[in-house]
């Protein structure tokens, strides 16, 4: 059971690292906040799924497939009512406020057993629970890293390496919460 959690967890954590890669080398070229974080969320479309796929217990190339499209489906909802309640306050009660909601419409449409699941509400709350630890160590890590915040950390590296480290490392941490997370909602809807 425990790989069934580490390794789709594990390659969410590369995906999001991949994503925030986009922000982190090539967030400059983009003319908007919103194309940036539409851009980082491809990655995610694309490769999410199927980074959870280890875990699922489907052998099926279809249903492989279907697995991966109600996912990217899904976190296309996750990520359009994120980034409405991130432009609608700016702070933290958007962005909490944006995932709880966001997750929840997630869930929605990605159940990888769709006879055999949780609660809802229940679900939601293991996911966001694990997203939020991801999330928030992250934005720590990252003005850490960046010698800011409660914790500030001095790096011999020049300022520009500094910054793309800090963003690096929001996403490491930002894939082990949400993979942790989904990894193990696939699970659970699994054994229920």
Do not use: D
Not at 4 to 15: D, G, K, N, Q
Not at 53 to 69: E, M
Not at 90 to 106: D, Q, Y
Request: proline share 4%; net charge positive; aromatic share 16%.
């Amino acid at each position: 059971m425990i790989a069934r959690i580490v390794i789709p967890a594990s390659l969410f954590t590369v995906t999001s690292v991949l994503s925030f890669s986009i922000w982190a080398w090539g967030g400059k070229y983009f003319p908007s906040e919103v194309l940036l974080y539409s851009a980082c969320a491809v990655v995610f479309l694309l490769f999410g799924g199927i980074s959870l796929l280890p875990g699922s217990g489907i052998s099926s190339f279809r249903k492989q497939a279907t697995f991966s499209l109600r996912f990217a489906i899904g976190f296309i909802s996750f990520s359009v009512l994120w980034i409405v309640f991130w432009f609608a306050f700016r702070n933290t009660f958007g962005e909490v406020l944006g995932s709880w909601l966001g997750i929840l419409a997630m869930l929605l449409i990605f159940k990888p057993t769709p006879r055999r699941a949780l609660p809802l509400i229940i679900s939601t709350s293991i996911v966001f629970s694990w997203y939020t630890v991801g999330y928030y160590l992250g934005e720590m890590l990252y003005y850490s890293l960046q010698g800011k915040g409660t914790t500030p950390v001095e790096l011999a590296l020049s300022n520009r390496s500094i910054v793309l480290v800090a963003r690096l490392a929001w996403g490491v941490c930002f894939g082990l919460g949400m993979g942790t997370g989904l990894a193990h909602y696939t699970q659970i809807s699994r054994q229920t």
